[in-house]
């Protein structure tokens, strides 16, 4: 079986490999396994699970812990041997979460490693708030450019939210964690990430220079414009796709569509994307494989895979994760302080 395929490592220095030894494994599996149902009482099942990571060894801690707080670290993060669930029910063919999940190892995992880098956080247009997003394939998103897509190669982006202030790339999520529960029948479905750090390295001047103009505006995610706008464009105001000093930029690009306002922008949003294909990180996501994404350090990407519909298909888990709620505190809802509008 394919582990880590790392055979488009443009630059070790942006990918962090983080192994966890077998004995912590072992140990944060057994206490895994004995916790409900995490997201009834999620406050304390998040000051449990820090509990649970705590007990890893102190140089892969460390290693995790650095790749939230730095601003120098790499910007994706493959954690190996992580614990699984004994039993693994079909894999959800809606989108929605499993009902019936006899233990709550994998949704462990994925708040555990969560909480070392932030908070995970909701929103109400993505996945109906939900802290853990189940990523499956969905028949009538074979073909979107969303996470309920496969045959089709999801193009390089980060994930962002609709805002109401015209900016998408300011309230969305500092940091994903996907975790896998089960790969693909053909175990071909890859996922990406190219580092702006390398990104800027693989273009010249001129076409950083217009990445770095206000000449691009965001399309608001699928699930936004299906739910919300009727399937219609909401694009956000004028933003450039780079920002930020040189030798740490933040970069955004819709998976939903970037509007260029000139020919001479759209020219180099295709350079953008080929760069990204040239310089990018390659994973196989196994069970008890894990990857945490920096979401503004760099863009992912998805590659196609086929989808049977038949309980035995991709399912991974996700969390979007704030590093602090306080700077969207003007998003927060009423009745769930990680839920946002
Ligand atoms: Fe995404």
């Known amino acids: 079986m394919t582990v880590l395929t790392a055979s488009r490592i443009a630059n070790p220095a942006t990918l962090a490999d983080i192994v966890i030894p077998d004995a912590a494994r072992d140990a944060m599996g057994t206490q895994l396994a004995a916790m409900p149902e995490p997201t009834a009482r999620i406050d304390w099942a998040m000051a449990r699970f820090h509990q649970i990571f705590a007990t890893l060894p102190v140089e892969v801690l460390q290693q995790i812990l650095d790749f939230g707080r730095h601003s120098d670290t790499p910007g994706v993060g493959y954690v190996r041997n992580l614990p699984v669930d004994a039993v693994v029910p079909p894999t959800p063919g809606d989108g929605g979460p499993s009902v019936g999940k006899p233990s709550y190892v994998a949704e462990g995992v994925l708040l555990g490693l969560s909480g070392l880098l932030g908070e995970p956080v909701g929103f109400l247009t993505e996945k109906q708030g939900q802290l853990v997003h189940d990523v499956v394939p969905v028949p009538g998103g074979a073909k979107t450019q969303t996470n309920q897509g496969s045959t089709v190669f999801l193009n390089f982006h980060n ?92 970069i955004a690009v819709s998976a939903n569509g970037v509007r260029a306002m000139t020919s001479g922008a759209q020219t180099v949003l295709d350079r953008l994307q080929a760069a990204c294909r040239e310089v990018s990180h390659q994973v196989f996501l196994r069970p008890g494989q894990a990857l945490l994404i920096n979401n503004r350090k760099g863009l992912h990407a998805r590659s196609q895979f086929t989808a049977r519909y038949d309980g035995e298909d991709r399912w991974l888990q996700r969390t979007y994760v704030r590093r602090s709620q306080w700077t969207i505190r003007y998003r927060a809802t009423e009745g769930n302080r990680r839920v946002h509008h």
């Open 159 to 250: 994930d962002i939210v609709h805002d109401s202030i015209g900016r998408y790339d300011v309230s969305n999520p500092d940091f994903l964690v996907l975790s896998c529960l089960r790969a693909d029948h053909e175990g071909i479905a890859a996922t990406y990430y190219a580092d702006a750090r390398d990104i800027v390295a693989a273009l010249d001047d001129q076409a950083l220079e217009i990445l770095r103009s206000p000449l691009f505006r965001l399309n608001a995610p699928g699930s936004y414009v299906r739910d919300v706008a009727g399937g219609g464009e909401v694009l956000s105001d004028p933003v450039p796709i780079l920002s930020g000093p040189q030798e740490f930029p933040e």
